[in-house]
């Protein structure tokens, strides 16, 4: 079973070597790397270039011009040849096992279509910070569950006949793309849980996901959202009825304030829980 590693990249060449680093890291060795460029300089293409040659298993493009998160992270899905595929940022990295046991899940499970683990974040020379706390097991099958307080969450990675069944990623959104695979994957099978630190988080100054205008994050979210309910074909939720077009990002984010309420959350943990021993 091949797995594809998905790399947006835009002038991230000084961090890159880590990442590159833990790939070669791997103890599941049946893997390739499909580099797209976002139109950087070139001194970060060649600083890049530099970095894989040599290694047939690290493949380069390069989109022509300037085009976004969305369109460079759907056209890296298309490049991909690997039956899993799983994204990583340029910027951070993976460990050694991140890759195996995602691959070993698949095989034994084959209604999964989405694993995902934990991630630690970590400062800008990668050290470690801190684990954290977002990522668990969320209940299967749920038409109301969006991902909202966010859940899965870094490494996600999924399979590719699936990801062709759905309506793919929007390639339109500059913002909140992942978001909105994670759902569209999510109706389509089974998401399961690796309770580990696969995936290391490096936070500076120049990543475009963690300095982002949080306003327009937000908004971005609640169109993800909005669209998963109309797919869904949702017309009420706790009682109020969804809109018939998205107007107020607010509007959004109020129908689905009760889950994060304490009794919701107790529920939804008792629920999770007899998911697990049931199947």
């Known amino acids: 079973m091949k797995f594809s590693v998905l790399i947006a990249h835009y002038n991230n060449a000084r961090f890159f070597k880590a ?37 047939i298993r690290f493949k380069f493009f390069e989109n022509e011009k300037n085009s976004g998160v969305g369109v460079t992270k759907s056209k890296l899905i298309e ?17 050694p096992t991140a890759i195996e046991h995602s691959i070993k899940i698949f095989q034994s499970k084959k209604k999964v279509v989405i694993t995902y683990s934990r ?8 050290q470690s910070i801190a684990p954290s706390k ?9 038409p109301f569950f969006f991902n909202y307080p ?34 569209k994957l999510y109706e389509k099978g089974k998401v399961y849980f690796i309770d580990e630190i696969n995936y290391f988080y490096r936070t500076h100054k120049g990543g475009i996901s963690q300095y982002q205008n949080k306003k327009q994050s937000y908004d971005y979210f609640a169109q993800v959202i909005f669209n998963a309910m109309k797919r869904r074909k949702l017309k009420v939720i706790n009682g ?29 943990k008792i629920q999770i829980t007899l998911e697990s021993i049931f199947g």
């Open 79 to 95: 490049l991909a040849t690997g039956e899993i595929c799983g994204f990583l940022d340029p910027d951070d990295a993976l460990a």
């Open 119 to 126: 991630f630690m974040t970590c400062d800008e020379n990668l």
């Open 19 to 55: 990442c590159y680093d833990s790939l070669l890291q791997q103890t599941y060795k049946d893997w390739e790397a499909i580099i797209l460029d976002d139109a950087s300089s070139e001194n970060e293409k060649r600083d890049i270039l530099d970095i894989i040659s040599g290694d």
């Open 134 to 142: 977002l990522a668990r097991q969320v209940q299967n099958n749920d």
């Open 150 to 183: 966010i859940q899965i969450s870094h490494f996600v990675n999924f399979r590719k006949n699936i990801y062709e069944q759905t309506e793919k990623m929007d390639s339109s959104l500059k913002i909140g793309e992942d978001q909105d695979l994670y759902l």
């Open 240 to 268: 109020c009825k969804v809109p018939e077009e998205f107007t107020r990002t607010e509007d959004i984010f109020l129908l689905l304030d009760y889950q994060n309420k304490l009794p919701f959350r107790i529920k939804k």
